[in-house]
C-alpha cells in the first residue's frame, strides 16, 4: 500500500492557516483539531462523571470553574512535557511560546459553550471515526515533536541512548493524564488525591499507556533514528532471513505515516472493545480495554 496520500495529509496538516498566518503565528490545523480533540472529549467525560455522581449523591459537588477546566486540558497537554525537560536539560515548548496554550485555552472556551443539546455522548458512532483523528494526531506526537529534543541532543549520551527516548515518550504522552488523575481534576467533587487509573489493577492494559513507547520505538527502528535501532534492525533482518545489502532506513515522512495507521488500528478496535462491537471471551472480561 502506498503511503504517499497519508504523507501528503500530514504534509496539509502541518501548514500554517490562515488567519492566525497573516500575523505570523504559526498555528496548523492539526493542532487545531487536536485541541478540540481533547477539549470536547474532556468535557463529555466530565459530564458522565458527574451524571454517575448524582446517581451515588455520596459526597459534595464543586461548582465548575472555567480555570479549572483549562488547567486540566493545559495539563494533559503539557504535563508529561514539564515533568521530563528539566531531567533532559531542555525548556518545555510552553516556556518558549504561548502559542500552543492560548489554543488550547481557546478551545477549552468554545467548546465549553457549546449547547448541551449539541454536544453528543461517547458512542461507538461518533468514537469509530475519531479513532482516525487520534491516530494521526497522537502520531505526530509520538514521532516527530517527541524524538526530536531526544535524538538532537547536545549529550550524545543521551541523543544516543534508546531508553531515555521510549522514557520520554511514555512519561510526555502519559504524564499529563497521571497527574489529572491523581488530583481527580475531572471529577465532580473538589479536588482529591487518589490512585491515578493507570496504577490500579489491569491500568497497564491502557492502550495510551503502553502505546506510546511502542510506536515510538517502532519509528526510531523504521529510521534508525539511534545507532541502537539501526544495529537491531539488523538483526531482525538477519533472523528473519534476509541476506542481502545493508537495512536500509525508512524515510522520516513515511515511517510517520506508517506509525499512524497503526496507531488508527490500535485506537478503532479499542473503541470497537469499549462499545462491545467486538466480543469478548470470559477470561478478557477481566481486562479492562482503555
Sequence with gaps: MSLQPFISLYRYALEPIAPFSWFGIKVCSIELVAAFRLCTILRQIREDLHAKHQLRASASVEERSFLRDATTALTIKFGGEAIIGPLLGVPPSFMLSGVSPGVYIAAQAIVEYIPEAIMPSMSLITELPLSVVDGFTRALLLCSLIPTPVITHASPAIASSPWTLLLSSLVIANGGFFITSMFSFLEPTPLTLTTPAALKSYGWTATDLW???FITGLYALLTHAQPFWAEFHSVIS?????????????????????????????????????????????????????
Design 238 to 290: 538477519t533472523v528473519l532471513g534476509s541476506t542481502g545489502d545493508k537495512v536500509e532506513p525508512m524515510d522520516p515522512e513515511s515511517a510517520r505515516a506508517f506509525c499512524a495507521l497503526i496507531l488508527v488500528g490500535m485506537f478503532s478496535t479499542r473503541t470497537a472493545k469499549n462499545f462491545g462491537l467486538v466480543w469478548k471471551r470470559s477470561v478478557t472480561k477481566k481486562v479492562k480495554i482503555q
Design 211 to 213: 502505546c506510546a513507547p
